[in-house]
């Protein structure tokens, strides 16, 4: 399995610095994003494409001070906490596996949110805003969050703004400081 620095590959086709250069930290600076800030972000996703333009995405966030925040807060996992309890607001996020017309099952639900996940993940890059995708999630715990059917919990994601790198423990820090690395273009795509 081949790896590559993904600096290079910026030079060789020319990407735009919102995709290159974007990346997940956990070093948040602990402040508060605005609600009108947060709003953007999730609004950016809401205009994903979706199979049948069902939008089969929903998200509940909360913003760092409030009680949403600390409701999300404890639905992760404990290395997880360590480091997003110092972002400026945390989403949970839930996707809707079957289709609202005639019930039916959406074969692309998770593709489709995770399109909508990088909109709003980008879209906060833009903002100068990082984010950071979480899997470890307890998510029974998640699923509590709402009262709407038919919703599959997923993952939550930690947006702030950049902090201080050696405010993480040894361990974090190492992760944070170690170089990032993708897959050779060759090594996922290839001419049929």
């Known amino acids: 399995m081949a790896l590559n620095d993904d600096k290079k590959a910026n030079t060789e086709y020319k990407l735009h ?8 930290p956990r070093a948040f600076d602990g402040s508060a994003l605005a609600k009108e800030e947060v709003m953007t972000i999730l609004e950016a996703a809401r205009w994903s494409a979706s199979s049948m333009n069902e939008q089969p995405w929903r998200f509940v ?33 839930f996707g809707k596996e079957k289709f609202a017309y005639k019930d ?6 998770s593709f489709d949110l995770g399109l909508a996940v990088g909109n709003a993940v980008t879209q906060a890059f833009s903002m100068d805003i990082y984010a950071h995708q979480m899997g470890g999630v307890h998510l029974d ?14 993952l939550a994601v930690a947006f702030g703004r950049m902090g201080d790198v050696n405010d993480l423990s040894d361990p974090l820090k190492e992760r944070e400081l170690n170089k990032r690395e993708r897959l050779a273009l060759d090594t996922i795509a290839k001419e049929a």
């Open 61 to 93: 966030y909360g913003i760092k001070g409030t009680p949403a925040f600390d409701k999300i807060l404890n639905t992760l996992m404990e290395g997880n906490v360590a480091w997003a309890q110092n972002a400026g607001a945390l989403v949970a996020v």
């Open 141 to 154: 715990k998640i699923g509590e969050l709402t009262d709407e059917e038919g919703l599959t919990p997923y």
């Open 104 to 109: 039916r099952p959406n074969r692309t639900w």
């Open 17 to 24: 610095s919102l995709i290159s250069d974007r990346w997940s």
